[in-house]
């Protein structure tokens, strides 16, 4: 028995790897000295590509295959695997070694199936789209790439948030989960760059496969899910059906059936028993409706006491259910620094000295509000607090009053007026305080004491902004300053307002004639907080 060629198990690894659109530069080259010295591998090569051409190719690039076998046949060399005879001489591997060249160059803007018949000249029309995008839901894109007419090989879709249906040329549809970023490479193949998704292949489609820089999946009828980690593995699971899923390194492949799962890191394959490795991909098999949002909102406006809430001097509830956690310890059950005022209606608020700048005496410090998981807010969804304040009072020097959203006084985000730099004088401000400590303050405009405002303090879509209406003057100013991340993922956050002198004893009434606060939540359940109310 005569033993292998260690060179024709090397040109085949070369060549999976180069049908798997895998082969790096080194690798590349040395597929290229393999072909140009023997005849033998560059028909070997042939005969590769052909067998594998209903997986890895599409019907186009099989009409290539044969076209370029045609080109390259001759009667002075060897035979194709079809009877053609290959051109011999140098001239003969010159023309097949630009054609690799041309590919290798091309690779890594498309597959070398989708390129190879632009190559040969088979085509001078546009390349076709590869996919179509089918659904979206409440989907981010980033970069310029993004869904669109133009949906052909090469094309990287970066997707943020949210699902996005794609369906292939050939009928595998793939839900994909942001944050996750896919490369189309053809009708039957895609490249699953980072992140999770889902296939679902009928059995025209049979073959779809999926690369990463684990490996590659390939279809056999099936549905399946494919996820990247944080260390750049990868894992499988089978849904129903058939995969076979193949590491980077050519080797046989280990085919999983209903219900299994396995994970690749490039080197190999292995068989996945652990259930926790399929739930963290969290697989998102359907796209259903959209989770329709609903307001739930609070409005105070102050014509009556609110039994069971913040009281005042005189015992009434005021209506707002909590203070900002870290404030107010030493505050009276029955705050004198209140007084409801059903009569006007308004709620009037003394200012006290405290500043969430340093922390400063936060034991007396104003700041009322709601806790807003007390209206369903559970961390992801958009809010906002507003605030109607008539003739608003000139405080001292630096004095300022406000709305706020933060889970703790070291932890927030505030912003309204601020004095400066006469009492009578105000400048609209907001500002960061993490640790304790402002950061990001930004400033604009004037406003006088005496006029009428309304403050908004909203997030929506994930960013914060200030708007202060100023409606005796008829305008408004919107702020927005560097996002607050560190309060990205608070779960238990509270709002509302507050009223401070921070660097004096010199007190002024606030009149505050509404609130209101609103969360748009998809929660089923209902919310806790008295008094709720949906707006008219």
Not at 402 to 414: A, C, F, K
Request: hydrophobic content about 40%; proline content about 6%; charged content about 25%.
């Amino acid at each position: 028995m005569s033993e292998r060629d260690p060179s024709a198990d090397e040109l085949l690894d070369l060549i999976d790897l180069y049908l798997s659109d895998l082969l790096d530069a080194e690798s590349f080259a040395r597929l290229e000295g393999l072909l140009g010295e023997s005849p033998a591998a560059r028909s070997r090569f042939a005969l590769y590509v052909n067998h594998h051409r209903e997986i890895e190719f599409t019907a186009r690039a099989s009409r290539a295959a044969d076209t370029a076998l045609d080109r390259l046949a001759s009667s002075e060399g060897g035979t194709s695997p079809k009877g053609r005879r290959w051109l011999g001489g140098r001239g003969a591997w010159a023309a097949a070694a630009l054609v690799l060249v041309t590919i290798g160059l091309a690779a890594r803007f498309a597959p070398p199936r989708v390129e190879l018949g632009r190559i040969l000249g088979l085509t001078t029309a546009e390349p076709a789209n590869v996919a179509w995008l089918l659904n979206a839901q409440d989907c981010e894109w980033s970069g310029p790439e993004k869904p669109g007419r133009d949906m052909r090989a090469g094309k990287t879709l970066g997707l943020e948030r949210g699902l996005a249906e794609l369906e292939f040329d050939r009928g595998a549809r793939v839900i994909l989960q942001g944050p996750a970023e896919l490369e189309l490479l053809s009708g039957s193949s895609a490249r699953l760059i980072k992140g999770s998704l889902t296939a679902r292949v009928p059995s025209q489609a049979r073959g779809f496969t999926v690369l990463s820089a684990g490996g590659k999946v390939v279809d056999l009828g099936t549905e399946f899910g494919l996820s990247i980690d944080d260390k750049g593995g990868t894992v499988v699971r089978v849904f129903n059906g058939e995969v076979v899923a193949y590491p980077l390194k050519p080797a046989s492949g280990l085919t999983l059936r209903q219900d299994q799962a396995a994970r690749l890191n490039g080197r190999t394959v292995a068989l996945d028993t652990a259930p926790a490795a399929w739930d963290q991909a969290r697989y998102v098999r359907s796209i259903g409706p959209a989770a329709k949002a609903h307001a739930r909102s609070i409005t105070l406006d102050f014509s009556r006491p609110r039994p069971g809430t913040l009281a005042d001097g005189r015992g009434q509830g005021v209506g707002f259910t909590h203070r900002l956690p870290g404030t107010g310890a030493l505050l009276p059950r029955f705050d004198a620094n209140l007084f409801l005022r059903s009569d006007t209606p308004a709620l009037e608020l003394t200012t006290t000295r405290s500043d969430l700048n340093t922390q400063d005496r936060m034991n007396t410090g104003e700041y009322l509000g709601f806790r807003l998981a007390e209206l369903g807010f559970t961390g992801p969804e958009d809010f906002e607090i507003s605030a109607t304040m008539p003739r608003i009072p000139g405080l001292d020097v630096v004095g300022q009053f406000g709305l706020y959203v933060g889970p703790r006084s070291n932890q927030n985000i505030r912003g309204g007026l601020i004095r400066r730099p006469r009492p009578d004088l105000y400048r609209v401000f907001l500002v960061n305080n993490n640790d304790g400590m402002d950061q990001d303050i930004h400033e604009v405009g004037l406003t006088t004491a005496g006029d009428d405002l309304r403050l908004s303090l909203r997030r929506l879509a994930g960013r914060y902004s200030l708007v202060v209406e100023n409606l005796t003057r008829k305008s408004s100013s919107t702020l927005a300053i560097a996002h607050p991340a560190f309060l990205d993922h608070a779960t238990d956050l509270h709002a509302g307002l507050f009223g401070a002198n921070t660097q004096s004893e010199l007190s002024r009434t606030l009149t505050i004639s509404e609130v209101q606060l609103t969360i748009w939540t998809t929660r089923p359940d209902s919310p806790t907080m008295p008094s709720v109310r949906k707006p008219s």
